[in-house]
């Protein structure tokens, strides 16, 4: 989601206030794809927030579709089932202990996100150049465990993510399903040793799992770091800092699994940015909760701030809701 800010982006970021550091550094990620793009160098995405340049014997698919609306179609498929997504949770720590309402505040947000013009955004998103093939503004909560004594430690690799939710499908506690996107979702003192907090608040990818591709995503607690990983540190909506800052880096990890869930569907080829990437720390128009926070969208019985999404089409634009 971002990176780690140099002292000119961090200053920048104390003048900008409360969750600049991310902001700062996501704009700095921008200007670097841009010099790269510029340079002639093919850029892909790496789900973590940020465009790459491909390696010299990597393939790179071409872009199938150019509609002029700032983000392109490289011939991959999209989640376009007529279900919509299914979303699997592994709560990983303590939880009850680490963030008492934490659970209540995700699960309430993913509950009603279906039929939002602001989940709307992603039926902009198709494949194979026909637009009845398109992600589904439908969004379905399944299975949800713990592993409230952190098995594999308080530091993880990305292989050990990748791992926990391999060993929930072998082992039955999860169902291998490819219309899911899998959530490790961790507790403030467990980190991501390949740069939570550093270099990104979340990230997705995929994998091939019991013969099933797979879409997964870590998001951490943003409490760990609250001034790189959430909008707002004194309140928030919910009066929880850390996760009402998780809830946008989740729906921004969302997004990117149903409309490029396998890393070679839809993205801007002169960045390599996701949908969600182009939008990243944008808010829109936002409103002020009664504890003084802010917040720019109510789902059920709660408010929160989440990030903008990038609307493919009319030209292009970072919003809130479509159309």
């Known amino acids: 989601m971002q990176s780690r800010p140099s002292t000119l982006w961090l200053a920048i970021a104390l003048m900008m206030g409360a969750g600049a550091t991310a902001q700062a550094a996501a704009t700095r990620d921008q200007a670097s794809s841009a010099s790269e793009a510029a340079q002639g160098v093919q850029m892909v995405p790496t789900g973590k927030g940020y465009g790459v340049p491909a390696k010299a014997d990597q393939f790179v698919p071409q872009v199938e579709s150019n509609l002029a609306n700032g983000i392109d179609y490289h011939g991959g498929?999209?989640?376009?089932?007529?279900?919509?997504?299914?979303?699997?949770?592994?709560?990983?720590?303590?939880?009850?202990?680490?963030?008492?309402?934490?659970?209540?505040?995700?699960?309430?947000?993913?509950?009603?996100?279906?039929?939002?013009?602001?989940?709307?955004?992603?039926?902009?998103?198709?494949?194979?150049?026909?637009?009845?093939?398109?992600?589904?503004?439908?969004?379905?909560?399944?299975?949800?465990?713990?592993?409230?004594?952190?098995?594999?430690?308080?530091?993880?690799?990305?292989?050990?993510?990748?791992?926990?939710?391999?060993?929930?499908?072998?082992?039955?506690?999860?169902?291998?399903?490819?219309?899911?996107?899998?959530?490790?979702?961790?507790?403030?003192?467990?980190?991501?040793?390949?740069?939570f907090c550093t270099q990104y608040c979340g990230w997705h990818t995929h994998a091939s799992m019991s013969g099933v591709d797979i879409k997964y995503s870590f998001v951490g607690d943003a409490a760990r770091c609250i001034g790189s990983c959430a909008a707002q540190s004194a309140s928030s909506p919910n009066d929880n800092p850390g996760v009402d800052g998780m809830a946008s880096v989740i729906m921004h990890e969302i997004e990117e699994a149903a409309t490029d869930p396998d890393l070679n569907a839809w993205w801007q080829t002169s960045t390599g940015m996701e949908n969600a990437d182009k939008c990243a720390w944008t808010f829109g128009t936002q409103q002020t909760a009664p504890n003084g926070s802010k917040y720019n969208v109510q789902w059920g019985p709660r408010k929160f701030l989440i990030q903008q999404n990038w609307v493919n089409a009319n030209g292009g634009k970072c919003a809130l809701a479509y159309p």
Do not use: C, H
């Open 77 to 195: 498929p999209v989640m376009k089932a007529k279900g919509g997504q299914n979303i699997y949770i592994l709560w990983y720590g303590n939880w009850a202990t680490q963030s008492p309402t934490g659970k209540a505040i995700v699960n309430d947000m993913i509950k009603n996100i279906t039929g939002t013009p602001y989940y709307n955004i992603n039926t902009t998103y198709y494949q194979k150049n026909d637009t009845s093939l398109n992600v589904k503004n439908k969004v379905n909560l399944k299975t949800q465990i713990d592993d409230v004594n952190k098995s594999l430690g308080s530091s993880l690799s990305d292989a050990q993510i990748k791992q926990l939710v391999q060993d929930a499908i072998t082992a039955g506690k999860f169902t291998a399903d490819k219309n899911g996107i899998y959530l490790v979702l961790t507790t403030k003192d467990v980190t991501a040793s390949s740069g």
